[in-house]
């Protein structure tokens, strides 16, 4: 699972305007609940907890949507709880409209949150997602995040962040979900390297992984998508739960 981050200050890449579109906080339960296919009673919890829902309309019509954690979150499949700075903003659970999906909105509605997010004290936001998350990961690197680590379960159990090319901030990435950074040497002895593994090792069958080394021996992974090693196969995608 990728976790990347955008601070204030770092460069924004320039976007062509989607005619139509504004972007602005909603705290409306009845309208979150339709556009989110939550409970009411899911949405007032979330916005109980400190979450800020941002609703992206085209021409007046709701067409995607996203929340900010501003006080803590979690993140549900890796059983992962933390709490967050005054710095600090977590973005979570965003989706478009499939009849407004390849507009280029995911972005947009990204880039107005920092802006919002930033003028009001933000300085460093996180966001994750599933591996195999093409149309996500491409949203989130238009929006101009630069993807820091890779989040995955120990053999042991617990949380680790493998440092990708920025490791000063995937060093503060881990201190702010309050997990251990894992050096690359380590990485194929240490974490589980797919997500299938993540949920094996969840399950308490990590002893079982086939595809973590042992012995010194790497082994193929069964959960790689033949010819095309870099895709990863059976995530349901990355769900962020309210947090305290």
């Known amino acids: 699972m990728a976790l990347a981050t955008w601070w204030k200050g770092d460069p924004l890449p320039a976007l062509a305007p989607v005619p139509g579109l504004t972007v602005a906080v909603c705290s409306d339960a009845a309208l979150l609940a ?37 006080v803590g979150a979690a993140i549900g499949e890796l059983d992962l709880r933390f709490a967050l700075s005054d710095r600090d903003r977590y973005l979570w659970d965003f989706a478009t409209l499939p009849a407004y999906r390849g507009r280029g909105i995911y972005p947009r509605l990204l880039q107005a949150i920092l802006a919002r997010e930033a003028q009001a004290g933000a300085e460093r936001f996180w966001i994750i997602h599933a591996p195999e998350n093409h149309a996500s990961a491409a949203g989130i690197a238009k929006a101009g995040f630069q993807a820091v680590s890779e989040l995955s379960f120990h053999r042991e159990r617990g949380v680790g962040s493998l440092a990708l090319d920025h490791r000063e901030r995937a060093r503060v990435g881990a201190a702010v979900l309050g997990v251990s950074l894992v050096e690359a040497v380590q990485a194929g002895r240490v974490l589980s390297p797919c997500w299938r593994c993540v949920m094996a090792a969840r399950s308490g069958q990590a002893d079982h992984v086939p595809c973590w080394e042992r012995d010194g021996d790497a082994h193929a992974c069964a959960c790689i998508v033949p010819d095309r090693g870099a895709q990863r196969a059976g995530s349901t995608g990355a769900v962020a739960e309210p947090g305290a």
């Open 34 to 70: 339709e556009i989110n296919a939550l409970d009411p009673s899911e949405v007032r919890a979330r916005l109980d907890a400190g979450h800020r829902a941002y609703l992206a309309a085209l021409d007046g019509v709701p067409v995607a949507y996203g929340w900010v954690a501003t």
